[in-house]
């Protein structure tokens, strides 16, 4: 179509969207290994989930004005590297609005683990749920829920980099979910005991 100006034109434009999409792809890839293989840094400290859930919250309107936040605190305080936790958290919502929609009801609490020494922050939506044969796969890399019809797109690494970002910090990540009721993520989090 190197003749037809307007096939050209999305020829080029076509071109552009897959190399900003191998672009990224390449740069979760990296990301994921970095935390894989221990190359980062962790900066630890007391974090105040008010503050965290204020910021998500807060953030996340800048790109969906009609989102709605609920939020619960039963534990005020976790330790953990402030940027990391916000990362793993902001990735959790984006999700839920992609599949919630724009104006998706998101509810954020925080509440002592089951785990002794951990807290659960609990990242819930009233989006298309997830199926159950699905669930044990959405943390694994590329993968997509494609045939089930429900949360489908992406490159499937999202979740992929929480999981390693929660590796990194101490603690670990699951889902619960039915399809057609919603989807909630959890993060256990090491609780705050100390400051250094």
């Known amino acids: 179509g190197k003749n037809d100006p307007v096939q050209l034109e999305k020829s080029l434009s076509s071109l552009i969207r897959e190399a900003h999409s191998m672009e990224a792809i390449v740069g979760n890839l990296l990301e994921i290994s970095r935390f894989e293989n221990g190359r980062i840094t962790l900066h630890a400290k007391l974090i105040d989930i008010l503050s965290l859930f204020e910021r998500l919250a807060e953030n996340t309107k800048a790109y969906a004005p009609e989102a709605s936040f609920e939020k619960h605190i039963g534990v005020q305080k976790v330790y953990a590297d402030e940027e990391l936790l916000y990362e793993a958290c902001t990735i959790v919502i984006s999700n839920s609005i992609k599949f919630a ?51 489908s797109g992406g490159a499937g690494l999202g979740l992929s980099i929480v999981k390693s970002i929660m590796s990194a910090l101490g603690g670990t990540v699951r889902a619960e979910s039915e399809a057609g009721k919603g989807c909630t993520i959890v993060l256990a989090v090491p609780e705050a005991k100390r400051e250094t």
């Open 101 to 151: 929609g724009k104006k998706a009801y998101i509810k954020l609490s925080s509440a002592r683990s089951e785990a002794d020494g951990f807290c659960d922050i609990a990242i819930s939506d009233d989006g298309p749920g997830i199926a159950a044969g699905a669930l044990s796969h959405i943390f694994e890399r590329f993968y997509r829920e494609d045939e089930a019809h429900e949360r």
